[in-house]
């Protein structure tokens, strides 16, 4: 069935994690979402984070694993009250992946905008194929 | 306001008492009349909102990662407050494959009724890092005023 009009977007709670990072930040813990795809060249890592300046946001790679973290800082000002409360704001998105490829560190972008994290992975270039000569004697 | 019936389901006859249900139906229960204080008949669900007030104003909050602020569709009237937009998710060019595909695109509508009206003229939205704010100043005549009590 086609259809001309846009789908209806649902609201999902955000997904909140018991991890290790909670246990050493204070507040809620949420996973991201996320779209991660690949070409030949490199990984593309495409999270959500609502609320996240780039200077409340660590990405980690080390041993074949990309670790993102960023936290929301409480807006809500002194002495307002809660009408609705649908969504908890302030705490910390984290989300740890495992990448199969190795990544060249020199070479990785990341940009932030708009809540969303835009992140590019170029994967190392395969080694070049030594001819290893054998001398004999 | 309407309710629903919140009695065990004769669906599964096995289970004579299933405290997940009765939680889960009283849940629904709560849901839909916590909303219908606030909804208009034909809103949407996205985006969850916070709403917090103080004497002068309502503030209003909701995540939208990635939206352009100047397809969105903020209306007042009266009490009343429309929200409407899309967020649109780039294909990739190329020959790409996906590990995960978790972000949602669409589009969204949604209503909300205020406690108190509020002054149409000097609400404003602003869109920063994802986050949407709309501060809707109350009308004058929906301020809570101080009344003197008279002795004489």
Redesign the interface.
């Known amino acids: 069935m086609t259809s001309n009009?846009?789908?209806?977007?649902?609201?999902?709670e955000k997904h909140e994690l018991a991890s290790e990072a909670e246990r050493t930040r204070p507040g809620a813990v949420f996973s991201p979402?996320?779209?991660?795809?690949?070409?030949?060249t490199e990984i593309?890592v495409?999270a959500?984070?609502?609320?996240?300046?780039s200077d409340h946001l660590e990405i980690d790679l080390r041993d074949g694993v990309l670790t993102l973290e960023g936290r929301v800082e409480p807006?809500?000002?002194e002495?307002?009250?809660?009408?609705?409360?649908?969504?908890v704001?302030s705490g910390t998105f984290f989300r740890k992946f495992s990448l199969s490829d190795t990544i060249d560190q020199t070479k990785i972008d990341a940009t932030l905008?708009?809540?969303?994290l835009r992140l590019r992975l170029p994967k190392v270039e395969k080694a070049q194929p030594r001819r290893i000569e054998v001398k004999s004697k | 306001m309407f309710l629903r019936r919140v009695l065990p389901s004769r669906r599964d006859p096995g289970s004579w008492f299933d405290p997940g249900r009765m939680l889960r139906d009283f849940e629904q229960l709560l849901d839909v009349a916590s909303r219908s204080a606030?909804a208009s008949p034909e809103t949407?669900?996205?985006?969850?909102?916070?709403?917090?007030?103080?004497s002068n104003c309502?503030?209003v909050?909701a995540?939208?990662?990635?939206?352009q602020a100047s397809e969105l569709e903020i209306t007042t009237e009266g009490n009343k407050l429309s929200l409407a937009g899309?967020?649109e998710?780039a294909t990739?060019k190329?020959?790409?494959?996906?590990?995960?595909?978790?972000?949602?695109?669409?589009?969204?509508?949604r209503t909300l009724v205020?406690?108190s009206e509020v002054d149409a003229e000097r609400v404003e939205a602003r869109?920063q890092?994802?986050?949407l704010?709309i501060t809707l100043p109350l009308s004058d005549n929906s301020r809570a005023r101080q009344i003197t009590v008279r002795t004489d």
């Open positions: 009009k846009q789908e209806a977007m649902q609201a999902t979402a996320v779209d991660i795809f690949e070409t030949a593309t495409l959500d984070m609502p609320g996240v300046t807006t809500r000002a002495g307002q009250d809660v009408v609705i409360s649908e969504y704001e905008t708009d809540g969303v | 606030w949407g669900v996205f985006p969850p909102l916070n709403i917090t007030r103080d309502f503030y909050r995540e939208l990662p990635g939206v899309s967020r998710i990739e190329g020959d790409v494959s996906y590990h995960r595909r978790e972000r949602a695109a669409g589009s969204f509508s205020l406690p869109y890092d994802g986050i704010t």
